[in-house]
């Protein structure tokens, strides 16, 4: 592979929380070097086979983002491999760790290595397949979780499929704890939540629609929480969405659990007020909260309480989105949109680059084990060019994702990406 010299960037170093202009020497799809801005680079471009003048622009990790939706095998009119990858690329993210409910469940090594297999294959982005924590999401047979583990699973979860047995939870999480594995949980009273479509309170009223309380999270939350105090597993929220929620996992932390969690670019960018007239773009799992709980979730990224900054990329087709709100499937589409979304919260004030490159590629990183998400010599050279200033309207038809099921259509954002880079290899370049 030939060497590559980005040169005059804005560097968003998350490990160190700093933002400084400088270069990345690029050798054997590694990072070789990092010059800052002082650094007399004309050597390097001499031996630098090729040379890219970013026009002091953005230079950050790859993003990588927990819980997309590939809906292959079984769902390919919703989104597959090729079309998800094409979208990753050019929404930054050059890790997706794809979830296992997909139709069938990824619970065997035979369908993990499939989207192992087909991911490497047709995606230009790397996969990292997490497999299912209960045969079929059933919740009542733990799957082979060692199996799983050697055919390549970074985590386990029935993701919105809640283990409602304790006593099957309790026990796949001692065996997952035995491995060293992960367990990703989906923090919601199964009960409490079924049917849900709006989170409880006036809006919900006037609108005639089934409600979910917050407290369904926070019940949610403190019953997984207590399985983690029991078994000692490696423990990750998937979605916190509300205030209520925000002490019982501060107590976790403070305990010295192994837990950490993530929240939804949706729940940090979109109140219960968006869905407006029955919009159904709007309608994801869980639903979207009331203003106070998104500024509660921004300062919990803020402070660092809250870890992961992720898409939830779920897509839908049309047919089962145009229905009425109560009937229409939940989930959006986000690998194109992280990114713009994100910028909302830098332009807002709530945050800085280095801190929302965190939550959006370092933290993911080290939780799953893999490597990227920093800027250090060694590294890959996952690389995200982005102008973070740059205007434009949403237009839904323009997205790569097979499904155009965003909240964000026809809505001025800011921020884009650039060029994108996996393994020293530009994957993506905006014309």
Request: overall charge negative; charged content about 25%.
């Amino acid at each position: 592979m030939a060497d590559l010299l980005l040169t005059n960037a804005r560097l968003i170093d998350p490990e160190a929380g700093t933002e400084t202009l400088g270069s990345i020497l690029i050798k054997d799809g590694r990072i070789n070097e990092v010059l800052t801005q002082n650094t007399d680079i004309n050597e390097k471009k001499l031996t630098a086979v090729n040379s890219v003048d970013c026009g002091g622009k953005c230079l950050a990790p790859g993003i990588v983002d927990i819980g997309v939706k590939v809906c292959e095998p079984g769902e390919r009119h919703k989104e597959s491999f090729r079309t998800a990858g094409l979208a990753a690329a050019a929404g930054g993210v050059t890790t997706m760790v794809t979830r296992p409910d997909t139709i069938p469940t990824i619970d065997t090594p035979e369908t993990l290595e499939f989207s192992k297999r087909r991911g490497s294959e047709i995606a230009p982005v790397r996969i990292a397949p997490m497999a299912s924590l209960t045969k079929g999401r059933a919740g009542r047979e733990m799957v082979e979780m060692g199996f799983l583990m050697d055919a390549g699973a970074v985590a386990f979860s029935d993701g919105d499929n809640v283990v409602s047995d304790n006593k099957v939870l309790s026990r796949a999480m001692t065996y997952a704890r035995s491995l060293g594995a992960l367990v990703m949980g989906h923090p919601q009273d199964p009960v409490l939540s079924k049917g849900g479509a709006v989170t409880s309170g006036k809006f919900a009223t006037l609108r005639g629609l089934p409600a979910v309380s917050p407290m369904a999270e926070r019940m949610g939350l403190e019953r997984d929480l207590a399985l983690v105090e029991m078994t000692g597993v490696r423990y990750h929220a998937d979605q916190i969405s509300t205030a209520v929620a925000l002490p019982v996992l501060e107590r976790a932390k403070a305990a010295g659990f192994d837990v950490t969690a993530g929240v939804s670019i949706h729940h940090l960018t979109l109140n219960d007020l968006d869905v407006g007239d029955y919009r159904t773009f709007f309608k994801v799992k869980p639903p979207l909260r009331s203003e106070d709980d998104r500024m509660a979730m921004v300062e919990a990224v803020a402070s660092g309480l809250i870890d992961v900054i992720c898409s939830m990329h779920t897509p839908q087709d049309e047919e089962s989105k145009r229905l009425p709100y109560e009937e229409a499937a939940s989930g959006a589409v986000a690998l194109e949109t992280l990114l713009p979304a994100a910028m909302r919260l830098l332009h807002a004030g709530a945050v800085d680059l280095p801190t929302l490159w965190r939550a959006l590629s370092l933290n993911p990183a080290k939780r799953l084990g893999l490597e990227g998400g920093q800027l250090s010599v060694g590294a890959p050279a996952d690389l995200v060019l982005f102008d973070p200033d740059a205007p434009f309207v949403m237009d839904r038809e323009t997205l790569r994702s097979k499904s155009k099921n965003t909240p964000f259509d026809g809505q001025r954002m800011q921020g884009r990406v650039l060029r994108t880079f996996v393994g020293g290899k530009e994957v993506y370049t905006r014309a």
